[in-house]
């Protein structure tokens, strides 16, 4: 049987994903193109993106906990809203069409781009007063709604993730890093049943891609932990940016 080259080629944007959704998020932006590319839909693309997504935070996990970078606690408090909403946002990606949602995705985008310029030290050191108070009822919610997000379409709820584990929870960029990737891991563990049962996940992709992911979350929770809080902020400014342009089609005005 040939070798197809669209193996290596989904390998490859499965471990430069594996970095950037371990570092910062957004990494489905490369992978859910590629997975169109072998001629799966979108909402089974969306699906089949879960199995790489699982196995690479299961990876990412196990590298901040050796680090001692997961703050278990926030996990549970934060994890649980999370969860609820991923189930919501996954029951719906399998009915509804995620197309609505680029444009605006895109503009979100934008506005995270602005607050992560304007407010740099929070993003750095993080705000131990926040951390050291019981979570809101507020923060509940935001954590529901970026579950609902994160359970719909995936990409781009690393950024949110992070927006609200920073400035919402008071961690600082490594340890939100950590709680992240816990986050992700509970919420596509408990709900990616639900893209099984619809019929949309293609297995043999799914695991070509993981390959790829776990390769690259092993690497991207060492740099996480090496080139600490300022280096990850240049990258996520960096991954935001792109993104915006990409998902309000800025590009393809140039082409």
């Given amino acids: 049987m040939p070798f197809d080259p669209i193996y290596f080629l989904i390998v490859v944007a499965g471990f430069i994903a594996g970095i950037i959704n371990t570092l ?22 969306n699906g089949t993106n879960r199995i790489a997504i699982l196995l690479q935070n299961i990876v990412g996990i196990r590298g901040f906990s050796e680090k001692k970078m997961l703050d278990r606690n926030g996990l549970r408090q934060f994890g649980i809203p999370s969860i609820i ?48 108070n019981k979570p809101t009822i507020s923060q509940y919610l935001l954590f529901f709604l970026i579950g609902i997000y994160g359970g719909f379409i995936q990409a781009g709820v690393g950024i949110f993730l992070l927006s609200g584990l920073v400035l919402g929870a008071g961690y600082n960029l490594i340890h939100a890093n950590a709680v992240k990737v816990g986050i992700v891991l509970m919420s596509t563990s408990l709900t990616f049943w639900i893209f099984i049962v619809q019929g949309q996940v293609n297995f043999k992709a799914g695991f070509i891609l993981a390959i790829g992911n776990m390769l690259g979350a092993w690497v ?22 792109i993104s915006s342009l990409k998902l309000l089609g800025i590009f393809e005005l140039f082409n």
Avoid at 34 to 45: F, H, T, Y
Avoid at 106 to 116: N, Q, S
Wanted: aromatic letters at 10%; glycine letters at 10%.
């Fill in 85 to 132: 909403g991923w189930a919501i946002g996954s029951y719906l990606a399998t009915i509804i069409s995620p197309d609505l949602f680029r444009s605006a995705f895109g503009y979100i985008m934008v506005f995270m781009l602005f607050i992560i310029l304007l407010r740099p030290k929070k993003w750095l050191i993080g705000e131990i007063t926040l951390l050291e």
């Fill in 220 to 241: 991207g929770t060492k740099i996480a932990v090496e080139k600490g809080t300022i280096w990850i902020r240049r990258l996520l400014i960096l991954i935001v940016t």
């Fill in 24 to 45: 910062a998020g957004s990494g489905s932006l490369i992978t859910l193109p590629i997975l169109e590319l072998l001629g799966l839909p979108l909402q089974v693309a």
